[in-house]
T-cell receptor, first 110, second 115 residues
Framework: AQSVTQPDIHITVSEGASLELRCNYS??????LFWYVQSPGQGLQLLLK??????LVQGIKGFEAEFKRSQSSFNLRKPSVHWSDAAEYFC????????FGAGTILRVKS | NAGVTQTPKFQVLKTGQSMTLQCAQD?????MYWYRQDPGMGLRLIYY???????DKGEVPNGYNVSRLNKREFSLRLESAAPSQTSVYFC??????????????FGEGSRLTVL
């Protein structure tokens, strides 16, 4: 069965610092992988996705993620965090339906 | 382009009442989904419909029913609401590729409180 683990419930980083959000998945075949972001009171917005090909994928708002098959991971990174990045981030793995992780809440210190 | 539209956005029910959440998409997507979001649990799939005329259970289907009325519309019904169904409900749609589901497009959510 598909499953997604986001080990960090909360992360706090200083504005301008780098960010890495962890995601580990379990899936029986080559997965479709996604990162979504949710601002308070809003729906979910797609940041980036991996279907195949280059294992380093670029997304919106300066985010990137790297697919590592050997580690079953799809970690999200950003070189320099902005205060507007404060939100909840969800990793998801897809077959015929998407399964989401529990989410990581990002707080940004000024 | 409206994308995915959910109604109502807010609803308060008493235990035992029934209600239907409506969802419509205008992107001509084959697949539609209902998720619930609870703090610390992410989004959990209630039901999904891979194509018009088909529906399947997700992770947490108990207490819910769905109808794929046509390609555009996918409704979620609570027949006898319980406090445990207090949640934020999201409808989503996607194209389905040969390898699996594509990107999900989400509605803005429906906040349901059951007293």
């Amino acid at each position: 069965a598909q499953s997604v683990t986001q080990p960090d419930i909360h992360i706090t980083v200083s504005e301008g610092a780098s960010l890495e959000l962890r995601c580990n998945y379990s899936y029986g075949a080559t997965p479709y992988l996604f990162w979504y972001v949710q601002s308070p009171g809003q729906g979910l917005q797609l940041l980036l996705k991996y279907f195949s090909g280059d294992t380093l994928v670029q997304g919106i708002k300066g985010f990137e993620a790297e697919f590592k098959r050997s580690q079953s991971s799809f970690n999200l990174r950003k070189p320099s965090v902005h205060w507007s990045d404060a939100a909840e981030y969800f990793c998801a793995v897809g077959g015929n339906k998407l399964v989401f992780g529990a989410g990581t809440i990002l707080r940004v210190k000024s | 382009n409206a994308g995915v539209t959910q109604t109502p956005k807010f609803q308060v029910l008493k235990t035992g009442q029934s209600m239907t959440l409506q969802c419509a998409q205008d992107m001509n997507h084959n697949s539609m989904y209902w998720y619930r979001q609870d703090p610390g649990m992410g989004l959990r799939l209630i039901y999904y419909s891979a194509s018009e005329g088909t529906t399947d259970k997700g992770e947490v289907p108990n207490g819910y029913n769905v109808s794929r009325l046509n390609k555009r519309e996918f409704s979620l019904r609570l027949e006898s609401a319980a406090p445990s169904q207090t949640s934020v409900y999201f409808c989503a749609s996607s194209e389905t590729t040969s390898g699996g589901t594509g990107e999900l497009f989400f509605g803005e959510g429906s906040r349901l409180t059951v007293l």
